[in-house]
């Protein structure tokens, strides 16, 4: 079995993403599945920023804690990584670095960029070495380089790419066997969750930067003319919803898109969505807070605010991303679910899930319907009259774009309305509301999806949400190798709980809940939803994800 871990490190501005992501293609290029990681400080300069590509021969979905290569580009990566190199495991660096360690290779990655005229290619000096350690197809990696560099920066790089080489092949080599994996295609979770969207045909998005939501949003932009989606930069987060909300309105499938603190101040639209009954998405990619907390690692901390977020009693739709693939479903899903029930759809994201690489099948456009759930114009001629806000059974009213249908008035008011849109200020009206409004969570049960098993039925079974999907499934994986037994559940859809699966699942069994948080947040809603306690929870809350062998280690000693 291949599986092994690169570890690229160095200071912000040393090219860290460069190296790495330009390894993660090298490797996926040959066929083999990768998985890739980001830690990086909130610097432009300075501070210490890694990147490990994991890659083998089979489907891996998640990172691993020992590391088989570290690519220092400075001395302080091997310093703050060196405890996690394997038994036969290699450190690459500088000659002039300063390192000792008997297991390191001294490269003249400096002093050959310098004489090659380019400073800047001793990142391609280390791909190049990596390259030829495991022994990949050196025309591969050359033609991924040509797609990133052109003209003279590309002749010497390939120079310098050819150059590393040659210095590792004389000494040794780790060949990896070609890869069955070529039909896939290498992807972040941000990119799979816009592709979701412009697959929902999302015409609308708004937003105000703030980290893990921006590489989201920037994916949007970047492709605003050739996708026929219009990206606006707010001047803030209130600003941002109150555009997609009234973007919504007029038509469009509207989205905005945040992280904690920039939730924290759409709240209050929110609600208005919720009282208007207006369809809008809202991606909230989760960092550590509170306040700005760590802006650029990950957590998920926002389960109960997400909840709760918004004065007054109002239905709404809270899904958490799992994987890239799952991003992409659960966004168009998202969108058709907003527009049917009339509500707002919250997708809860994390920065592990939005920055990670990893190799998939393709994503099926095909498989996506967009089902607007508006009504014809034609139902409506001069004569009769449209009630935006009819009481209908199930609390779904007809929903009308202003201006399809002559001599409609559509009507639209933050405060309590009555059926034709019109300010009361009635008891009866407000009840009858009230309850218009709460009807939609019967309906919406009906739609939401179980959470998805891995594993066994054996005596212990793990609960979690979202992106610690990846992690547990190999963690369980593992543990069932061994003989153990052990069974998940992650949940996707959060609210309104799913709870069937779990009432089956759980009885008898040891729950043990694994989430990236302090207080455990979804035990405390399965308690409260479910009637279900969990009996141990495994808890991260450093802003680093989950591997599996934090899970399998912390399993064999407290519950197996």
Same mark, same amino acid.
């Given at each position: 079995?291949?599986?092994?871990?690169?570890?690229?490190?160095?200071?912000?501005?040393?090219?860290?993403?460069?190296?790495?992501?330009?390894?993660?293609?090298?490797?996926?290029?040959?066929?083999?599945?990768?998985?890739?990681?980001?830690?990086?400080? *909130?610097?432009?300069?300075?501070?210490?920023?890694?990147?490990?590509?994991?890659?083998?021969?089979?489907?891996?979905?998640?990172?691993? +804690?020992?590391?088989?290569?570290?690519?220092?580009?400075?001395?302080?990566?091997?310093?703050?990584?060196?405890?996690?190199?394997?038994?036969?495991?290699?450190?690459?660096?500088?000659?002039?670095?300063?390192?000792?360690?008997?297991?390191?290779?001294?490269?003249?990655?400096?002093?050959?960029?310098?004489?090659?005229?380019?400073?800047?290619?001793?990142?391609?000096?280390?791909?190049?070495?990596?390259? #030829?350690?495991? %022994?990949?197809?050196?025309?591969?990696?050359?033609?991924?380089? #040509?797609?990133?560099?052109?003209?003279?920066?590309?002749?010497?790089?390939?120079?310098?790419?050819?150059?590393?080489?040659?210095?590792?092949?004389?000494?040794?080599?780790?060949?990896?066997?070609?890869?069955?994996?070529?039909?896939?295609?290498?992807?972040?979770?941000?990119?799979?969750?816009?592709?979701?969207?412009?697959?929902?045909?999302?015409?609308?998005?708004?937003?105000?930067?703030?980290?893990?939501?921006?590489?989201?949003?920037?994916?949007? @932009?970047? +492709?605003?003319?050739?996708?026929?989606?219009?990206?606006?930069?707010?001047?803030?987060?209130?600003?941002?919803?109150?555009?997609?909300?009234?973007? #919504?309105?007029?038509?469009?499938? #509207?989205?905005?898109?945040?992280?904690?603190?920039?939730? @924290?101040?759409?709240?209050?639209?929110?609600?208005?969505?919720?009282?208007?009954?207006?369809?809008?998405?809202?991606?909230?990619?989760?960092?550590?807070?509170?306040?700005?907390? !760590?802006?650029?690692?990950?957590?998920?901390?926002?389960?109960?605010?997400?909840?709760?977020?918004?004065?007054?009693?109002?239905?709404?739709?809270?899904?958490?991303?799992?994987?890239?693939?799952?991003?992409?479903?659960?966004?168009?899903?998202?969108?058709?679910?907003?527009?049917?029930?009339?509500?707002?759809?919250?997708?809860?994201?994390?920065?592990?899930?939005?920055?990670?690489? $990893?190799?998939?099948?393709?994503?099926?456009?095909?498989?996506?319907?967009?089902?607007?759930?508006?009504?014809?114009?034609?139902?409506?001629?001069?004569?009769?009259?449209?009630?935006?806000?009819?009481?209908?059974? %199930?609390?779904?009213?007809?929903?009308?774009?202003?201006?399809?249908?002559?001599? $409609?008035?559509?009507?639209?008011?933050?405060?309590?309305?009555?059926?034709?849109?019109?300010?009361?200020?009635?008891? *009866?009206?407000?009840?009858?509301?009230?309850?218009?409004?709460?009807?939609?969570?019967?309906?919406?049960?009906?739609?939401?999806?179980?959470?998805?098993?891995?594993?066994?039925?054996?005596?212990?079974?793990?609960?979690?949400?979202?992106?610690?999907?990846?992690?547990?499934?190999?963690?369980?994986?593992?543990?069932?190798?061994?003989?153990?037994?052990?069974?998940?559940?992650? !949940?996707?859809?959060?609210?309104?709980?799913?709870?069937?699966?779990?009432?089956?699942?759980?009885?008898?069994?040891?729950?043990?809940?694994?989430?990236?948080?302090?207080?455990?947040?979804?035990?405390?809603?399965?308690? $409260?939803?479910?009637?279900?306690?969990?009996?141990?929870?495994?808890?991260?809350?450093?802003?680093?994800?989950?591997? @599996?062998?934090?899970?399998?280690?912390?399993?064999?000693?407290?519950?197996?």
């Amino acid at each position: 079995m291949t599986d092994y871990t690169v570890l690229v490190g160095g200071a912000a501005g040393q090219g860290v993403e460069t190296l790495a992501g330009l390894t993660e293609k090298a490797f996926h290029r040959h066929g083999l599945a990768v998985f890739g990681v980001r830690d990086y400080m *909130s610097r432009i300069r300075g501070g210490h920023n890694f990147a490990q590509v994991r890659v083998a021969n089979r489907a891996v979905y998640g990172p691993r +804690r020992g590391v088989d290569l570290i690519v220092a580009l400075n001395e302080e990566t091997v310093r703050l990584h060196r405890d996690r190199l394997t038994e036969n495991g290699k450190i690459f660096c500088d000659a002039g670095s300063g390192v000792t360690d008997p297991v390191a290779v001294l490269l003249p990655l400096e002093q050959t960029a310098r004489a090659l005229g380019d400073p800047r290619t001793a990142g391609t000096l280390a791909l190049g070495a990596v390259a #030829a350690y495991f %022994g990949l197809n050196m025309a591969i990696v050359e033609a991924t380089l #040509a797609e990133r560099f052109a003209g003279d920066t590309l002749a010497v790089n390939l120079q310098a790419l050819r150059q590393a080489g040659e210095w590792v092949t004389r000494h040794f080599t780790l060949p990896l066997p070609v890869g069955p994996e070529r039909d896939r295609i290498l992807i972040t979770g941000s990119e799979a969750l816009g592709l979701g969207v412009l697959a929902a045909g999302c015409t609308f998005a708004a937003w105000y930067p703030m980290t893990p939501a921006t590489p989201l949003m920037t994916f949007l @932009a970047d +492709r605003q003319a050739e996708a026929g989606i219009v990206v606006e930069q707010a001047e803030d987060e209130i600003a941002a919803i109150n555009m997609a909300i009234g973007a #919504a309105y007029a038509g469009a499938r #509207a989205l905005c898109a945040t992280s904690g603190g920039g939730f @924290a101040l759409m709240v209050e639209g929110l609600s208005l969505a919720g009282m208007t009954e207006t369809p809008v998405v809202i991606a909230l990619m989760q960092r550590p807070g509170p306040a700005t907390g !760590f802006p650029t690692r990950t957590e998920q901390g926002d389960l109960g605010f997400a909840l709760s977020a918004g004065h007054g009693e109002f239905p709404r739709l809270l899904t958490a991303l799992r994987t890239p693939a799952d991003a992409f479903r659960q966004a168009a899903r998202a969108f058709n679910l907003a527009e049917k029930y009339q509500l707002p759809a919250i997708l809860l994201g994390d920065q592990f899930l939005a920055d990670y690489v $990893q190799s998939i099948l393709p994503l099926d456009f095909g498989a996506q319907s967009i089902d607007r759930q508006l009504v014809d114009p034609g139902e409506f001629p001069a004569n009769r009259e449209y009630l935006r806000y009819d009481l209908a059974e %199930g609390g779904i009213s007809p929903r009308l774009v202003p201006g399809k249908a002559p001599g $409609q008035v559509v009507m639209l008011t933050s405060d309590e309305h009555t059926p034709r849109g019109n300010i009361t200020e009635s008891a *009866s009206v407000r009840t009858a509301m009230v309850n218009k409004r709460m009807a939609k969570l019967a309906l919406l049960r009906q739609e939401v999806e179980e959470p998805e098993f891995l594993g066994e039925d054996g005596p212990v079974l793990f609960v979690a949400w979202g992106s610690v999907y990846g992690p547990l499934r190999e963690a369980v994986e593992a543990l069932n190798g061994e003989g153990h037994r052990v069974g998940a559940l992650v !949940f996707g859809d959060l609210w309104p709980l799913p709870t069937a699966r779990l009432q089956e699942k759980a009885p008898g069994r040891l729950l043990v809940n694994v989430e990236q948080n302090s207080s455990g947040q979804l035990a405390r809603l399965l308690r $409260q939803e479910a009637l279900i306690a969990s009996d141990r929870s495994l808890l991260k809350y450093d802003g680093r994800p989950f591997s @599996a062998d934090d899970i399998i280690a912390w399993s064999r000693e407290e519950v197996l």
